[in-house]
């Protein structure tokens, strides 16, 4: 069986695989499998995890900087690692400014997947996912304000739990 990328690209190499190679992937898929269970069982996010909450956090940020200079060096790192890892400067550009708009958007649909997953994990009966509150225009803007009024005990609580 010939060892493919995970994107869907051409195969990687052509020839079958070499009994060592398949020993080596049999061991990597039993360690993988034995780190993922651990993570799981201790409720641990995964990298992707960190990053998107890393990632939300420093837009916020972002949007409320003050200046034009504050904002573009928040903005010129994630540019430059993107244009470094291959991608067009301009797209990168405009997709970062385009991912601002939905920020808060983008927060509270990750915030509610997360949430009904761990119900159908832990099977506890935490009620309906509550979206974050926008009522108030104030509260509804990205910044860290926000980023701190979202992540009060209040703000990540089940509509069960705030009766």
Known sequence: MPLATTTGTPVVKTEPLSKYEIDRNERHATSQA??????KA??????????????????MYYEE????????SFKRPFVN??????FPREV?????????????DDFDGWLKQRWYA??????????????????DPNGARVGSK??????????IQSAAEQE
């Not at 201790?42 to 837009?59: E, Q, T």
């Not at 990168?92 to 808060?104: N, Q, R």
């Open 92 to 104: 990168c550009s405009d997709l970062f400014e385009s991912h601002v708009g939905s920020l808060l």
């Open 34 to 39: 034995g780190s993922n269970a651990k993570r």
């Open 65 to 72: 900087a003050g200046t034009a200079a504050d904002k573009a």
């Open 42 to 59: 201790k409720n641990a996010p995964r990298r992707d995890d960190m990053a998107r909450a890393a990632y939300y956090a420093l837009m």
């Open 81 to 86: 690692i993107l244009v470094k890892a291959g």
């Open 118 to 135: 761990e119900r159908q994990r832990l099977k506890d009966g935490r009620g309906d996912y509550v979206p974050l509150d926008r009522s």
């Open 146 to 155: 926000a980023l701190t009024t979202v992540l009060e005990p209040s703000a």
